[in-house]
């Protein structure tokens, strides 16, 4: 089945840091992923759709000069958040859909823990 | 009013019961509904995958789409200790690369 390998599974920085997250689709393209945040006990978030080759549109209340999405090849997007603060601590998950199979498949997900 | 809403539980049953987990939505424009099973500290998994209204069997899971009442069910059967997770229900719109729209889950423990 379709497998999205997402990295790193846990990051600690400091605050005022940037943090990359990369999100890799590795048996098929995915012209669209999209970025959640889950805080603890809650339901995942949806934060950006991420388009390759264009720019991500992001939902209401996310800041995307803080969020910034790349999504430069079909099989990659990226998230990095800049000038990171303790309240951007998180899990941030990525998914994306195999056109060859049903329902869209998740990352494993990135701890984020600003201190 | 939530979009669509899910008892978050938590919820515990012996092993071997049979556990129902149910959503509620409030779209009707919403046609593809999937459950997702979410383990501590991980992505959630896709469990189902059901299209309209009906019902659909995979193991000792099945999963039930009432669309005119918009209501969504999750049934497992010989619930297991490995069962213990939380579920998530989604749903959407349309098919490819349409955004999903999640409950809030419902954490399930199954009591060894």
């Known amino acids: 089945g379709a497998v999205v390998s997402q990295h790193p599974s846990r990051v600690i920085c400091k605050s005022g840091t940037s943090v990359k997250i990369e999100c890799r689709s590795l048996d098929f393209q995915a012209t669209t992923m999209f970025w959640y945040r889950q805080f603890p006990k809650q339901s995942l978030m949806l934060m950006a759709t991420s388009n390759e080759g264009s720019k991500a549109t992001y939902e209401q209340g996310v800041e995307k000069d803080k969020f910034l999405i790349n999504h430069a090849s079909l099989t990659l997007s990226t998230l990095t958040v800049t000038s990171a603060h303790p309240e951007d601590s998180s899990f941030y998950i990525c998914?994306?859909?195999?056109?060859?199979?049903?329902?869209?498949?998740f990352g494993s997900g990135t701890r984020l823990t600003v201190v | 009013q939530k979009e669509v809403e899910q008892d978050p539980g938590p919820l515990s049953v012996p092993e071997g019961a049979i556990v129902s987990l149910n959503c509620t939505y409030s779209?009707?424009?919403?046609?593809?509904f999937m459950w997702y099973r979410q383990y501590s500290r991980k992505g959630p998994e896709l469990l189902m995958y059901t299209y309209s209204s009906g019902n659909k069997e995979d193991g000792r899971f099945t999963a039930q789409v009432d669309k005119s009442s918009k209501y969504i069910s999750l049934f497992i059967r010989d619930s297991q200790p490995s069962d213990s997770a939380t579920y998530l229900c989604?749903?959407?719109?349309?098919?490819?690369?349409?955004?999903?729209?999640f409950g809030t889950g419902t954490r399930l423990t199954i009591i060894p």
């Open positions: 989604a749903m959407s719109a349309g098919f490819g690369n349409e955004k999903l729209t």
């Open positions: 998914s994306a859909e195999d056109r060859g199979s049903y329902g869209y498949t």
């Open positions: 779209n009707s424009a919403f046609q593809y």
